[in-house]
């Protein structure tokens, strides 16, 4: 009785190249650094065994999904839900599904997402990176002709499409703003660095603002984006001997912490501490105070992220001169949450 030889899987190649399996996956998928002795390993095994890949190991130029893949930082902040509704909508309508995926704020998982939507066959990307100058994941993208558009993500780099507005030039605005209302002391509350080049650009923006005015740029609070409670962290920036009258905060959801820590410690806003958002989501209109903030045209960047992405996809390599930043207008929504500097420093409750 004749026996059938099991064909190889990619646990078998795992084990023989003594990585993990998550490694032979993104070697598979030209995601791993081409020359480190995990990626020479994993290659050797593949030729010893014989081991066939099924759709990881399949390029985007065999194979046609008529699906893109759509990578996000966070399911959680609705100013994402904007750029997700213009991709679908415009995806649809030329016949494209959407595989959607978020990181969580997490460098470390972008890979890995990136990982599973080639696994099934999506045929580009629209996604979002901490950091779109400095990334290995989009080095690997780069080597290997995936055809992306980033969204919100403003790169120096100009060999790499993306839609987005101008982070640094919107920050500046708000500066002028909270100047225009006899703010000279104003702090800047943002989400970490580390997580979102956003970020860095919006605090950039304020510190040139500031220093072009003749003003002293306060250190950056850093926070984490989804965090609801920053009591703590504002009753800190306020205890020092000049506390800042304005906050410019680099999200709207940072924004709407902030003003219930406000709330928290007895201060009215904007009677006593003004404050300004970043991302012009619906909810933080209906707030009253209502929020003011540069409001970005969420839906048209997904638009135009995915009108971008099927002509890359269309192009292939004499796409070139589509591989530049598009840069989108923003606009301010002057809310209800600046005003006047206050006479007199409010008085803190003592902590708890």
């Known amino acids: 009785m004749s026996s059938v030889k099991t064909p190889p899987t990619i646990r078998t190649v795992a084990a023989r190249a003594e990585v993990s399996v998550a490694t032979v996956s993104r070697v598979v998928n030209g995601l791993a650094p081409p020359h480190?002795?995990?990626t020479q390993r994993v290659r050797e095994a593949i030729k010893e065994l014989g081991f066939r890949p099924n759709r990881l190991g399949r390029g985007l130029k065999t194979a046609r999904s008529s699906t893109i893949g759509l990578v996000i930082p966070s399911l959680a902040n609705p100013v994402f839900a904007g750029s997700v509704q213009g991709v679908q909508a415009a995806a649809r309508a030329a016949g494209y599904g959407v595989l959607l995926t978020a990181t969580n704020y997490d460098k470390g998982e972008e890979a890995g997402a990136v990982e599973t939507?080639?696994?099934?066959?999506?045929?580009?990307?629209i996604l979002t990176v901490a950091k779109s100058d400095d990334s290995e994941l989009l080095d690997a993208l780069d080597e290997r002709e995936v055809p992306y558009v980033l969204v919100y993500n403003q790169p120096s780099v100009r060999h790499r499409a993306a839609v987005?507005?101008?982070?640094?030039?919107?920050?500046?605005?708000?500066?002028?703003?909270?100047?225009?209302?006899?703010?000279?002391r104003i702090g800047m509350v943002a989400g970490q660095f580390c997580d979102?080049?956003?970020?860095?650009?919006r605090w950039l923006g304020y510190d040139d603002a500031m220093l072009r005015a003749g003003l002293e740029p306060d250190p950056v609070i850093e926070v984490?984006?989804?965090?609801?409670?920053l009591t703590q962290e504002i009753r800190d920036a306020l205890s020092v001997p000049e506390p800042p009258t304005a906050l410019f905060c680099s999200t709207d959801l940072i924004a709407v912490a902030v003003m219930g820590a406000?709330?928290?410690?007895?201060l009215e806003v904007p009677r006593d501490l003004s404050v300004v958002g970043f991302d012009g989501i619906a909810m933080t209109a209906a707030l009253r105070p209502q929020l003011t903030t540069i409001v970005q045209p969420?839906?048209?960047?997904?638009?135009?992220?995915?009108?971008?992405?099927a002509k890359l996809m269309a192009s292939g390599e004499e796409a070139e001169s589509l591989r530049a930043p598009t840069l989108l207008s923003h606009s301010l929504r002057r809310g209800e949450t600046v005003g006047p500097v206050r006479t007199g420093r409010p008085k803190l409750p003592p902590p708890v």
């Open 36 to 38: 480190s002795p995990a």
């Open 262 to 266: 406000a709330t928290r410690l007895g």
């Open 164 to 184: 987005t507005v101008d982070n640094v030039a919107a920050a500046r605005e708000v500066v002028e703003l909270l100047k225009s209302y006899g703010h000279d």
């Open 117 to 125: 939507l080639l696994s099934h066959y999506v045929d580009g990307l």
């Open 224 to 229: 984490a984006f989804e965090a609801t409670d």
């Open 298 to 309: 969420t839906e048209t960047m997904g638009r135009e992220a995915f009108a971008l992405l």
């Open 196 to 201: 979102s080049d956003r970020a860095r650009l």
